[in-house]
């Protein structure tokens, strides 16, 4: 671990108790850096649950549960962040306080030479804890990176993310900021670690009883021979930047999701017909060259002339036996009013297809309402507007039995 070399190696004016649990609260946060944009690629998720029986039940509620483990990982990156901050202070804290050392004052143990790396040796000029903050990359990357994830937790709390959900969309594509910061948090290589502790040595013993080591200076060994053992000099340099190979893979991943949405965006949609149901629900029945669709999918909608950056997920409301696609849409909100008002919804004049909105469709994707073909019995259970996942099940359930007979 980092943190190991540092109580082994440098000089003990320079090592700080909080270290280790800063070091190791970052190794937390990559290591879920790499999980934290899986569980939204859902193009990903619906390609690897839509492959029939390669997959096991099991895996499928796994991943039936995608944003219950994007939450989970989010939280840990956000107490792993708070961690790593408290510590952070602390040292910056300690720093400003302590006093560097005469360079010509004997000293136990190795030298570390502060002079290879300029920026860490301008902390221990500052006095002030809270200047030493805001002059390294690591001090403004990582408050910025605070606060993007300060937004971003509060905008998706329920309340939040229900009443307003413009919010909670803008502020969640801050995770931009958010991967930009983290993957120049470390550019500045102001953590020193030693470039010796590796490599080929071997062990001399003297007349006098005294052991050399000659070569590497591996810090379990040189750390036993203080005063009966001769190691090389450690020496140190700049650790090098990690968190960006580690958000290599999932950020892959994720733009090539975003390229296939980008790309089924750009496929045309035709509104075939558009009906008023009681209680504030329209349905809007659709046509799109190449769409099939199972009982239980979902799709997300754009209308870029009511918002041109907010998708909405629907559930299918037409079976897989009909001509088009369909979703019942229920008048709750600012998006839904204004787009029924573009759709004519409660006027008695007729619209051109031409006269109605623009709509993009991403999508279908698998739900754990998918499989309930692969069971004798299925119990449906809905009320109000969330019947509408059992909708295209009942009209598969009614095409079946009428093509049966």
């Not at 450690?234 to 190979?245: Q, R």
């Not at 958000?247 to 949405?261: A, N, P, S």
């Not at 299918?316 to 008002?341: C, M, N, P």
């Amino acid at each position: 671990m980092v943190y190991g070399w540092v109580v082994n190696e440098l000089p003990r004016w320079i090592v700080f108790e909080a270290l280790m649990f800063a070091r190791g609260s970052a190794i937390i946060i990559n290591f879920n850096i790499i999980l934290i944009l899986l569980p939204v690629c859902r193009n990903l998720i619906s390609l690897v649950r839509g492959t029939g029986r390669c997959v096991p039940r099991t895996m499928k509620r796994i991943l039936d549960k995608n944003l219950t483990f994007h939450k989970a990982v989010a939280w840990t990156i956000i107490a792993a962040s708070a961690m790593h901050t408290m510590a952070h202070y602390y040292n910056y804290e300690r720093i400003a306080s302590v006093t560097r050392p005469n360079p010509t004052t004997p000293m136990e143990g190795p030298r570390y030479p502060l002079e290879a790396l300029p920026t860490f040796t301008l902390l221990f000029v500052v006095k002030d804890p809270l200047t030493a903050c805001f002059i390294t990359y690591a001090g403004i990357t990582g408050h910025i990176i605070l606060v993007v994830l300060f937004l971003m937790m509060t905008s998706s709390i329920e309340f939040i993310r229900r009443s307003y959900f413009e919010v909670f969309w803008y502020t969640h594509h801050l995770f931009i900021i958010f991967l930009t910061g983290l993957a120049f948090h470390q550019f500045q290589q102001l953590l020193p670690v030693q470039n010796n502790a590796e490599g080929t040595y071997f062990q001399n013993l003297t007349a006098e009883g005294v052991i050399n080591v000659v070569g590497a200076h591996p810090p379990a060994l040189c750390s036993l021979l203080p005063a009966k053992g001769v190691c090389p000099e450690a020496t140190f340099k700049g650790a090098p930047p990690l968190s960006w190979k580690f958000m290599l893979g999932g950020l892959f991943i994720y733009i090539i999701e975003r390229i296939v949405r980008f790309i089924r965006s750009l496929q045309r949609v035709v509104i075939i017909k558009v009906v008023q149901h009681p209680s504030k629900t329209i349905e809007i029945q659709m046509k799109k060259r190449g769409f099939t669709t199972e009982a239980g999918q979902y799709v997300f909608i754009n209308v870029p002339s009511v918002a041109y950056f907010e998708w909405h997920p629907f559930t299918l409301t037409s079976s897989q036996e009909e001509a088009y696609f369909s979703v019942h849409i229920r008048i709750v909100g600012d998006w839904s009013e204004e787009l029924s008002k573009q759709l004519g919804s409660g006027n008695d004049g007729f619209k051109q297809s031409w006269e109605l909105p623009l709509i993009t469709i991403d999508g279908p994707f698998g739900t754990a309402s998918e499989d309930v073909f692969e069971h004798d019995v299925g119990m449906l259970v809905g009320a109000g507007i969330g019947v509408t996942p059992f909708a295209s099940i009942l009209k598969s359930v009614f095409y079946k039995l009428t093509s049966e007979k």
